[in-house]
């Protein structure tokens, strides 16, 4: 039986990456998704493979870091039972080269972004009975990375979040986890690889993949399947907690 059959699930950054392995592998357990993300294109292009395969997809194009145009988006919206936080952005550089800007842009869409669809999503399930929310994190909220400044307060503050969500609404029946990715090998590895290392691509990629013990990089649908048993009902003794999938970057790196 689909695992999601009769679920509304919103996704932030649907259009690419992770968000779009989520987005594709819940509309094929069953679930109506909402793509909320800047990247129109991307959002379109994910709800014709939805069509495609069967399911119903839908794409808003939403910048999170405003919360009137989230507010606006989610409220066109009926009954919502899952919502995946996956918009993110990354920012390479230690606290000196962390300008003001490139701090508040991170800050604005990892962190102001995740709270602006908690803050609109969450009433909804609460009216609605409940709900499963998860949060993408990332490995640089556990461990400490070279030149990952704002990238890794960003993600800190994600799994802050998630807890604080969990214990506030665990009496009106909304789970709220977050998961930890090493490298997963997506759009936004290549974008900032070619941004920060140019010239230098295929080295820096054979680099970060050995960076995990597992020796490569995770692929977006090993991401989405960790996401869809997290926001399962399979999952309905589980809140308030992170799970790495990482390789064995965080407990084997030695
Ligand atoms: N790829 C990795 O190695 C990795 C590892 C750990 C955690 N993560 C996290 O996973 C999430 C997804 O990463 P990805 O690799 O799939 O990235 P990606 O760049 O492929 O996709 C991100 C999506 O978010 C959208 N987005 C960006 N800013 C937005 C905004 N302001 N409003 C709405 N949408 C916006 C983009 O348009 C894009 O569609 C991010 O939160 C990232 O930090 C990624």
């Known amino acids: 039986m689909s695992k999601l059959q009769n679920k509304v699930a919103v996704i932030t950054g649907g259009g690419s990456g992770i968000g779009r392995a989520i987005s594709l592998l819940f509309a094929a357990e069953g679930a109506t998704v909402h793509i909320l993300d800047l990247n129109i294109e991307g959002g379109q292009s994910v709800v014709s493979e939805i069509a495609n395969q069967g399911g119903q997809g839908f ?87 070279t030149d990952r400044f704002a990238y890794s307060m960003s993600k800190g ?8 969500v969990a214990r506030d609404y665990m009496a009106d029946g909304i789970r709220c986890n977050s998961i930890s990715p090493a490298r997963v090998h997506t759009p936004f590895v290549d974008g900032f690889i070619a941004k920060n290392y140019p010239g230098q691509e295929a080295e820096v990629f054979e680099k970060l993949s050995k960076s995990q013990p ?41």
Not at 61 to 82: H, M, R, Y
Not at 157 to 164: D, E, K, V
Request: with cysteine; glycine share 10%.
């Open 59 to 145: 794409v808003h194009a939403c910048n999170v870091s405003l919360q009137e145009e989230v507010l606006s988006i989610v409220n066109t919206i009926g009954k919502i039972d899952i919502l995946v936080n996956n918009a993110g952005i990354a920012h390479v550089g230690n606290l000196e080269n962390c300008k003001t800007e490139d701090f508040e842009r991170v800050f604005n869409v990892n962190v102001k972004g995740a709270y602006n669809a908690l803050y609109a999503v969450v009433p909804k399930m609460k009216e609605n009975g409940g709900g499963a929310i998860l949060n993408l994190a990332s490995i640089a909220a556990w461990v400490g990375i």
């Open 157 to 164: 503050a994600i799994f802050a979040m998630s807890l604080s």
């Open 214 to 254: 597992i020796g490569r990089m995770a692929q977006p649908e090993e991401i989405a399947k960790l996401a869809l048993f997290l926001c399962s009902d399979d999952a309905g003794f589980i809140t308030g907690n992170d799970y790495p999938i990482d390789g064995g970057f965080i407990k084997l790196n030695n």
